[in-house]
């Protein structure tokens, strides 16, 4: 029997870690973002969808309350079969990483995603509104995501608006795990 493969994705905000998990999804992978987890302890006092505000905010008093393992273990608890493939969106610490590289070992693959400021900036200003890029890429909750690059197992610059280049890029990481 054959394990599951583990993809556990990471990058600043808007570099393309949603757009690039889906598209793992549509190959077949369960999916689930840590911000799932977080969304749990939403009490919809700000209506039905929660502003990117709150979730940076929860994500920290989280991250200092319970911290990041508990969080990870929670995140993965909404995968319906851990022994089937799957995808972890939304990792920012380096907890994230350890806590699935220690339960998965050599099945687990952390890519990381990079685009430029004036990219990621733009894709943020065409889908968010309540803060501002400048606001949400410097919150405290972002701080650990720009070195992640520097443990990762695979880095992929996705400052192109060219879908077709990421979608290769998956292809490319589908053949390796």
Not at 11 to 36: C, D, H, N, P
Not at 38 to 60: A, L
Not at 156 to 172: A, M, P, V, Y
């Amino acid at each position: 029997m054959s394990r599951a493969r583990v993809i556990v994705i990471s990058g600043e905000v808007a570099a393309g870690k949603t757009t690039a998990a889906k598209l793992l999804r549509s190959q077949g992978f369960q999916y689930a973002r840590i911000s799932q987890a977080i969304r749990t302890r939403w009490d919809g006092s700000f209506g039905e969808k929660p502003p990117r505000s709150w979730y940076q905010d929860m994500g920290m008093q989280l991250h200092r309350e319970i911290g990041q393992w508990a969080l990870c273990q929670e995140t993965l608890d909404l995968i319906p079969d851990p022994s089937v493939d799957f995808v972890i969106d939304g990792a920012r610490w380096h907890e994230d990483i350890s806590f699935f590289r220690t339960r998965f070992g050599s099945d687990m693959l952390h890519i990381h995603l990079v685009a430029s400021a004036d990219v990621r900036k733009m894709r943020f200003d065409a889908r968010e509104k309540d803060v501002s890029f400048e606001e949400a890429d410097a919150d405290e909750v972002e701080l650990e995501v720009k070195e992640l690059n520097l443990n990762a197992d695979m880095v992929f610059d996705n400052s192109t608006n060219d879908l077709s280049k990421l979608e290769e890029f998956i292809n490319f990481v589908m053949k390796k795990v």
